[in-house]
Every structure is written in structure tokens, then in C-alpha cells.
């Protein structure tokens, strides 16, 4: 789906939660992100499956954008071994345990919630379609930046140095003299 004139597209995406029994007693239960789905239509906590106590919810449907700009992320992304997705959560309180935030298929962006340490980041195995779209997008957009070695400016650089620090020291052993031993000499 086209998203915007600037060429940049986006995607509904689908976000199963997995719940399955805690293995603590502190925890009741334990939650993670284990599937996206392409082209979903809106859900709220939507059951899909149940086996026992592990139940899988149709969670949320979110936009998942690529952006011209960010082509390199997506390549590097997709070129992992295992490429995948990021669901960024929030904890909440009320009636479900998380707020869907995102789904991005940059791992630097995904880099950048976790760094904030308030936001849960879940990797998620990217499905074929997935990955055909999100490579076709950066196989047209995607301009590799040419490296350019910077170059040193015309400093002089022989190592002389035309005078020693401030003109206010009276002499150059005083430089790395103590603060007491100065104040001993002066009285």
C-alpha cells in the first residue's frame, strides 16, 4: 500500500500475544510478541487461540512504515540470517497488560526503545510476504552512500609548539606544581 507522496509506504500489521503460566511465583503470567500478520484488520485483544492455559490474542493492528531515509537499516535487516520485525510494547494498567506502540522493521530504531528502558522491544520472525515487500522497498529507494575519507586540514603539524600555556606562570616548572607547594614558595 502506498502511504504518502514522497514515496514512503506503510502497511497494516497484525501483533499476536502469546500468554502462557509464569514460572515464578512473582509472575502470573509471562507475555511475548510471537507472530505479525500482513495486511490485518483492525483488532482489540481479539482471542485466536487457546490450548490449556496458553492462549495467543490478535493484540493490535499498527502501521508498519518504511521511510526512504532509513533504506540502509532496512537492508541491514534484512539481510540478518534470521530477518525480522520489532514490536515495541508498553506496560499499562487496565483491562490487557500492553499498549502496541509500533512495529518496525529497523533494527536501529528498535535499538532506540531499548535504549530508553521504558518500552518492551520483541523480535519477531518477519514472514515471507513481509519480507518481499520490505525488499522490494529498498531495492527501489535504496542509493548506497560513497564512502569519503576525511581529509586533515592545514594545521602545522611539526610537533613545535610556539609558546607554553598561560603567560601568567612565572616559569615552566611551575606548570605541574602542586597548588600547596605553590602557596609554601610564595610565603
Same mark, same amino acid.
Given at each position: 500500500m502506498t502511504g504518502h507522496p514522497s514515496n514512503d509506504q506503510f502497511m497494516p500489521v497484525g501483533v499476536v500475544l502469546r500468554r502462557t503460566p509464569g514460572v515464578t511465583r512473582w509472575a502470573k503470567w509471562a507475555w511475548r510478541a510471537v507472530a505479525v $500478520?500482513? @495486511? +490485518? @484488520? /483492525?483488532a482489540q485483544w481479539r482471542e485466536l487461540r487457546r490450548q490449556g492455559d496458553t492462549v495467543e #490474542? =490478535? +493484540?493490535?493492528?499498527v502501521p508498519l512504515e518504511? #521511510?526512504?531515509a532509513e533504506t540502509e537499516a532496512y537492508? =541491514? @535487516?534484512i539481510a540478518a540470517r +534470521?530477518?525480522? %520485525? #520489532?514490536v515495541v510494547m508498553r506496560k499499562v494498567t487496565g483491562e490487557h497488560p500492553f499498549?502496541?506502540? $509500533? %512495529?518496525t522493521a529497523s533494527p536501529y530504531e528498535a535499538q532506540d #526503545?531499548?535504549?530508553? !528502558?521504558e518500552d518492551i522491544?520483541?523480535?519477531? /520472525?518477519? /514472514? /515471507? !510476504?513481509? $519480507?518481499a515487500w520490505v525488499g522490494d522497498f529498498v531495492g527501489r529507494h535504496h542509493q548506497e552512500e560513497e564512502f569519503v575519507k576525511r581529509r586533515r586540514d592545514r594545521a602545522k603539524v611539526d610537533g613545535r609548539q610556539d609558546g607554553i600555556g598561560d603567560p601568567r606562570i612565572p616559569k615552566p616548572g611551575d606548570i605541574y606544581a602542586s597548588p600547596a607547594l605553590k602557596r609554601e614558595r610564595l610565603q
Open positions: $500478520l500482513p @495486511g +490485518a @484488520g /483492525p #490474542y =490478535h +493484540a493490535a493492528t518504511l #521511510y526512504r537492508l =541491514h @535487516g +534470521a530477518p525480522a %520485525v #520489532y499498549e502496541v506502540l $509500533l %512495529v #526503545y531499548c535504549d530508553s !528502558g522491544v520483541e523480535k519477531v /520472525p518477519m /514472514p /515471507p !510476504g513481509l $519480507l
